[in-house]
């Protein structure tokens, strides 16, 4: 039986028949520190008001495509990939879904069949949740660069009794990294 991707938890309920916003798995109750998470809170509207077929359809982000990537500082992906996995923790949605690049968001929203933009801001509009799981960053491993200064990273984490393995391509936004996109692994470990 594959294991369950990342992407599947945190997109949840923003896919077509999703129930509700939080990260919630059986038997697990943590208490959220919403103040570990380094980064700025999602606010509404989302996109600026902007159509999100028209953010979606915008290039991959490529931050500094004048300075790519030449070596990766592990270093500073290990402590990216650390406060995104702290950001997940909060049990806000707000910061949850703040460790994605706009364009990557907008992206599971540019086909309605599929994620329902109203729902999940009417969810982000609700706060945080209570309930959430734990994750706990098992495994950082093939970090690489990638063209326009992005970063590929796959990362293991753990929740309750669920095992997640992912590759994250991460791209520095502002100076803080951010999910551009995920890559399911395949073969699924």
């Known amino acids: 039986m594959p294991r369950p991707t990342l992407r599947s938890v ?5 896919l077509a028949g999703g129930a509700a916003m939080t990260i919630a798995l059986p038997g697990f109750g943590a208490q959220m520190d919403v103040d ?4 700025e809170p999602l606010t509404l509207p989302l996109f600026d008001a902007t159509p999100a077929a028209i953010v979606a359809a915008s290039p991959v982000a490529t931050p500094d ?3 790519p990537v030449a070596v990766v500082d592990e270093a500073e992906i290990d402590a990216a990939v650390e ?7 909060t049990g806000d949605a707000a ?5 994605f690049t706009e364009r990557y968001l907008a992206e599971q929203f540019a086909d309605p069949t599929v994620a329902y933009q109203p729902r999940f801001e009417l969810d982000l509009s609700m706060g945080p949740g209570a309930g959430e799981a734990s994750f706990e960053l098992i495994d950082l491993t093939g970090m690489a660069p990638l063209e326009g200064g992005r970063v590929s990273v796959t990362v293991e984490l753990a929740a309750g009794n669920a095992m997640y393995r992912d590759t994250l391509i991460l791209a520095n936004i502002d ?3 951010l999910i551009d996109a995920i890559g399911e692994l395949d073969p699924a470990p």
């Open 10 to 14: 945190l997109l949840a309920s923003a």
């Open 36 to 39: 570990v998470c380094p980064l």
């Open 83 to 89: 406060d995104i996995v702290a950001c997940i923790n």
């Open 95 to 99: 910061l949850q879904y703040a460790i």
């Open 65 to 67: 495509a004048a300075n």
């Open 175 to 177: 100076g803080v990294w």
